[in-house]
């Protein structure tokens, strides 16, 4: 599994690990010290031996580039902070579908809307589910329903016991 970090990250750890190594450490302290493995040391000192320092250069990231570059991911946060309304839709709410039109409209990227998630995710961005509330609610009577009327029903009633025991 690659190990966490930028490219250059990675290869400025080997170069520190080869500089220690050249320094007279010996492999396990060098390995402790740049956090790895006993054997990957060895192996950058091995490569190092057979290739040169130019092998411990970075390497690209493997796996399929990303649609968005992150400028683009950085223009689709501003417009998503700006709202839905100020893109034009109905109502103030994002969803993946809506998220996906923005994409395509705006960068030219075509996504599946399950997969936007993961560009959301990168951001920092989590699931934020709207609290529904009724279209004729009276805050005034729910206030005055919470002073004056819940407070007897909540004294009267006993639902622990029997209602009605003999004596």
């Known amino acids: 599994m690659?190990?966490?970090?930028?490219?250059?990250?990675?290869?400025?750890?080997?170069?520190?690990a080869i500089a220690l190594i050249?320094?007279?450490?010996?492999?396990?302290?060098?390995?402790?010290?740049?956090?790895a493995s006993f054997s990957?040391?060895?192996?950058w000192q091995q490569t190092v031996a057979q290739e040169g320092p130019a092998a411990l250069k970075a390497k690209p990231v493997p796996g399929r580039p990303r649609k968005l570059r992150a400028d683009e991911c950085c223009g689709l946060l501003v417009i998503l902070?700006?709202?839905?309304?100020?893109?034009g839709f109905p109502n103030d709410l994002w969803t993946l579908k809506r998220i996906q039109t923005v994409i395509r409209?705006?960068?030219g990227v075509v996504y599946h809307p399950n997969h936007?998630?993961?560009?959301?995710r990168r951001a920092g961005w989590s699931c934020q589910v709207p609290e529904r509330q009724a279209i004729q609610r009276d805050p005034e009577a729910i206030a005055h329903w919470k002073r004056y009327k819940w407070p007897h029903i909540k004294k009267g009633a006993t639902t622990w016991g029997p209602s009605a025991v003999p004596r």
């Open 2 to 16: 690659r190990p966490t970090g930028s490219p250059k990250a990675l290869e400025r750890r080997r170069r520190r």
């Open 116 to 120: 936007v998630w993961r560009l959301l």
């Open 81 to 87: 902070l700006e709202g839905a309304l100020a893109y």
């Open 105 to 107: 409209k705006e960068f």
């Open 22 to 35: 050249e320094r007279g450490l010996a492999l396990k302290e060098v390995a402790r010290r740049v956090r």
């Open 40 to 43: 990957s040391v060895f192996r």
